[in-house]
């Protein structure tokens, strides 16, 4: 890691020039205060207040933000993987990165997957863009004009990339791309109660994590789909199989959206069929990795659920979850639901045929799942003092507010 890269990547991060609407940036939707998630349980793009927290108002798009924290490890990108490393490794480009068209794999050029993914949120409309005229290709090409315009950034990339000193030389989307990138692979956080455990400080776990964690690995079929064992070495111990699941959630509409809802009432969300374009695929989500899960405001591709206990049990009965489900806990304006008959209807079978857990083993399934997997490292206080007092922009820097992220992990055991 080039830790001069990174610095250049926070600010980036944290600066509202990569939003062609002026008025975004990533940190607005992956918080320092949310552990680089989100607090909404739809995150609230372009025309928004300026407010990163509750009080962050504007029209909202489809889905949660998820962390970026351990995403530098992942080969598959986004809530339907719909940007992969063909390699199946992050870190290798030999056989392509794929995204949907436009890009296809024409950013298979870049370092990492996650420096081509830096390509597209600035582009997006909904996101950081608004209705900015041009290709794909012009927007990011006045994203790095605007960039290369403020000699803090110049001199800084140009320490950093000696083309851009060169006679004519010059920032360009690239380098910006690079530096998110970089700024990005400083935030892991993978190093828990169980990775303590496995190496062998036997009282890492609690008893009751203890227990909880056999159920995870054992009975309760958890490790079926968050797995630890996929055959690569960067993303491998992620608690997810990076495959695409319908376990039956909720389907959440804001009142006022900026985005396009899938189905015949524009109320629906169809997962993995808008890449594959398979209606096999629709409902069908990436399995969520699961590390820190428990320092997150929601869960769930769309926030539907505000409590980890709630999410858990959720997959142990989806039917009579999903029939007795209510979205009072979510803001007023989130409290339509899309069809749930036909996401029921699709239901993987290790969902549909869940386990059997009593009282006692639940708590202790949610124990291990809240506690064993968290590293405190993960944690808004080691992120907070990554936002810059000012970015070289100009720009005023959002207003980050403080998120209740609860500690669930004790009433969870
Ligand atoms: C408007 C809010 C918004 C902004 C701004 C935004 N993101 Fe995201 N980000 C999301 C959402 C929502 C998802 C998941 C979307 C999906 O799967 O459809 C996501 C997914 C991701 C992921 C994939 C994480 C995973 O688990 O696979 C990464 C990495 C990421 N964003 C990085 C960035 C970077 C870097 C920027 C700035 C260049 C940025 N985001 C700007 C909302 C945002
Ligand atoms: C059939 C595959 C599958 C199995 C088995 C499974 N999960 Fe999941 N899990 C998923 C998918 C897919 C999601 C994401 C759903 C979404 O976002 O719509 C998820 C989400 C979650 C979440 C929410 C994380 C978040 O913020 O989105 C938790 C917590 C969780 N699972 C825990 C468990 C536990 C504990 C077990 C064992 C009882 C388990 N899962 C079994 C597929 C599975």
Redesign the pocket.
Known sequence: MDPQLALVGQLLFFDPVTSLSGDNTCAGCHGPNASFADGHSITIGVDNNGVVGPSRTGPRNMR?S?TVVNSVLFPRLM?NSRFESLSGDPFDNSAGFLFPAPEATSLSYLPHLMAAQAFMPVVDEIEMAGDFPGTRDEMRAEIARRVDGIEDYRVQFGRLFPEVHEEGGRVIFDHIGQAIAEFQSTLVAANAPIDQFARGQRDALTNAQKRGAL??FGK???????AVNVPFASGAEMFT?Y?????G?PQIVPDVTNASFDGPGTDEDF?LEQVTGDPADRY?????P?RN?SI?A?????G??VR?ED??LH??DAVSSAATYSPDELPADLQNLGPMEPVLARL????AN??S?NQDEFND??DF?CGGLLDDDAHPDRFMPLIPRGVPSGFPVHTFEPIALGDPCLDGS
């Not at 309760?220 to 968050?226: I, N, S």
């Not at 495959?243 to 376990?247: D, S």
């Not at 069908?284 to 969520?288: G, L, N, Q, Y």
């Open positions: 949660r998820p809530l159920l995870f309760a079929g958890c490790v079926g789909c968050h199989d495959r695409e699941h319908v376990i959630i997962g069908a989500f990436r399995t969520t699961l899960v997150q929601t869960f769930t591709h769309n539907a659920f980890l999410v858990i997959h142990l993987d079978p290790q969902i869940p386990p857990l399934l949610v799942v």
